[in-house]
């Protein structure tokens, strides 16, 4: 069984268009998050959701809009998307998200080409 | 200064060797602290959580050292499976707690 699942797992998709990339996760844990990893390889935190709350939002563009319709599913939609939004976005969830830092399990990825 | 610096190597040793590398962090208040493992185009997983006393999980030693702030790992008689990208990761509390991570440190074992 899949414990964090992506989809889809490759986008190629042009220069303005919207997307969204879908993550459930089936291991019971209250905390999601999303990733971008860069070409440079950095792994870096966008968004965090706790029970279906908000509790990280790092200094993302706007046009990135998570959605938790509930504590196993956070989606993630971009609109108007650019040439640097082109890297790999990891889904990951946790037991625990606030005040102390569990294991994190990360979905397999979604590979983000805009052209 | 980043949140989390390691050398990125790579570090090309053959079978059997051992091989070691560090970290360091900036937050002197983080608390928690991992070795995440990172094949190839795949997703992170996490290799060992990093105690205080430092710990060991088969051939794999971790140690932490809170007053220079860098974390180390080390792996003895290296395997071919082992060619892996190894990514330094450390609690930071900035509002709430998240983990930041290292670009990795890439380990090749050739035969």
């Known amino acids: 069984d899949t414990a964090v699942s992506q989809t889809p797992k490759y986008l190629v998709t042009q220069m303005g268009n919207d997307k969204s990339i879908k993550c459930e996760q089936n291991?019971?844990?209250?905390?999601m998050y999303w990733y971008k990893q860069d070409s440079k390889k950095f792994l870096k935190i966008m968004f965090s959701?706790?029970?279906?709350?908000?509790?990280i939002n790092e200094t993302v563009p706007n046009r990135f809009s998570p959605k938790s319709p509930d504590k196993a599913h956070l989606n993630l939609h971009i609109n108007s998307l650019e040439l640097g939004d082109s890297a790999v976005y990891f889904c990951?969830?946790?037991?625990?998200?606030?005040?102390?830092?569990?294991?994190?399990?990360f979905g397999p990825g979604t590979r983000l080409t805009v052209t | 200064r980043k949140e989390v610096e390691q050398d990125p190597g790579p570090f090309n040793v053959p079978e059997g060797a051992t091989v070691a590398f560090n970290c360091t962090y900036s937050?002197?208040?983080?608390?928690?602290f991992f070795w995440y493992r990172q094949d190839c185009r795949k997703e992170p997983k996490l290799l060992m959580s990093?105690?205080?006393s430092g710990n060991e999980d088969g051939r794999f030693t971790a140690q932490l050292n809170r007053a220079s702030q860098y974390i180390s790992l080390l792996i003895r008689d290296s395997k071919l499976s082992d060619s892996a990208t190894y990514l330094c990761?450390?609690?930071?509390?900035?509002?709430?707690?998240?983990?930041?991570f290292g670009a990795g440190t890439t380990v090749t074992v050739r035969a």
């Open positions: 990761v450390v609690n930071i509390r900035n509002g709430d707690y998240k983990l930041s």
């Open positions: 291991l019971g844990h209250d905390t």
């Open positions: 959701y706790n029970n279906k709350e908000l509790i």
């Open positions: 990093v105690y205080s």
């Open positions: 990951a969830s946790s037991p625990r998200g606030t005040g102390v830092s569990y294991e994190q399990y």
């Open positions: 937050n002197s208040a983080s608390q928690s």
